[in-house]
Nanobody, 128 residues
């Protein structure tokens, strides 16, 4: 059973940075699509970034390209999201998610319903 635990959220001013972590346990030797999603109050959950564990290919939402970087530490089974130049519209609960996946599915199937395992979330608040 896969378990995901996020950490690193907090409150920052616009232009600041945060680094989110997601500690994963229960992963097998298979390849996964690991992702960060976010959900603001009253809004749908949206994908932020994904990484394919097979070759570290990454995919980003247009709204975060050039500001956010997703990465993984295979040895520690940890997923990261480095967030720079944060904006008030980045305020949301951030979730880590995982699914057994091919690279094709990781690239083209990034909707929340694709993912089978989720963390509890960590809050990010950006003030202007």
């Amino acid at each position: 059973q896969v378990q995901l635990v996020e950490s690193g959220g907090g409150s920052v001013q616009a232009g600041g940075s945060l680094r989110l972590s997601c500690a994963a346990s229960g992963l097998t030797r298979s390849t996964y699509c690991m992702a960060w999603f976010r959900q603001a109050p009253g809004k749908e959950r949206e994908g932020v970034a994904r990484i394919y564990t097979g070759d570290d290919s990454t995919y980003y939402a247009d709204s975060v390209k050039g500001r956010f970087t997703v990465s993984q530490d295979n040895a520690k089974n940890t997923l990261f999201l480095q967030m720079n130049n944060l904006k008030p519209e980045d305020t949301a609960m951030y979730y880590c998610a995982a699914v057994l996946s091919s690279i094709w599915n990781c690239r083209w199937k990034g909707r929340p319903e694709t993912f089978t395992d989720w963390g509890q979330g960590t809050q990010v608040t950006v003030s202007s």
